[in-house]
């Protein structure tokens, strides 16, 4: 495993919180993001999940340089899955350790934060009725003025 | 030449994920122009374009030989 990375089989929470794992960290915070079934009164059947994988690699190793600046003592991996995924399935796991439990869980939220701001990855949710770039605005004007 | 890539909803708007084409020492902002020629509609997607694996401005100048990216908004986590 590398502590910044984009995969394609299941994810095991456990090898990145390992990882971050040092005699002077206190905390560990390990987030995992899964699959939800319903989102606004839609059903997904499942998401497939696509990355420009060079540069995602490159933007989570990046949200790891920024925590690492912003709080001192902390040491950060992340994965996060592409590919067909299933109700439940994990996405993305973020592991953050810290001398101390605050800054742990700050981190770690402001990693998922970042994610969803910078890093390449799209999810497209499937339906039992169609599917749909999620991020993709290009039908968003028409759906707001209905 | 250069390499232009495609994803998810950009994608579906060129109907291909990549290819190559005689591009250089012009602007970001040229690409924009050229690109949104091709494929009407790609510069109302709200995608940013990278060059090299990172964001660029309007204003950069892409060499021949750049790999360049539509990153349309992102949805990851």
Redesign the interface.
Known sequence: MKAFEVVTEPIIPQLYADYVLRPEAGAVTLFT?HVREWTKGVRTLYLA????V???E?KLAEIGREIEDKWEGTSVAIA?RIGELQISDI??VIAVSSPHRKTAYEANEYA?ER??????????EIWEDGEE??????KKPKEEIV | MIELHYFAGIRVLTGIPKESVNFSNQTVEDLWKWADEKYPGIRNSSARIAVNEEYALPSDVIESGDVVAFIPPVSGG
């Not at chain 1, 999940?49 to 420009?52: D, K, T, V």
């Not at chain 1, 969803?116 to 999810?123: D, L, Q, Y």
């Not at chain 1, 770039?133 to 290009?138: P, T, V």
């Open positions: 993001g999940y696509e990355a420009y060079p540069m995602a490159k996060h996405a993305v998922i994610i969803k701001e910078i890093v390449p990855i799209w999810k497209k770039w999620i991020g993709d605005q290009k």
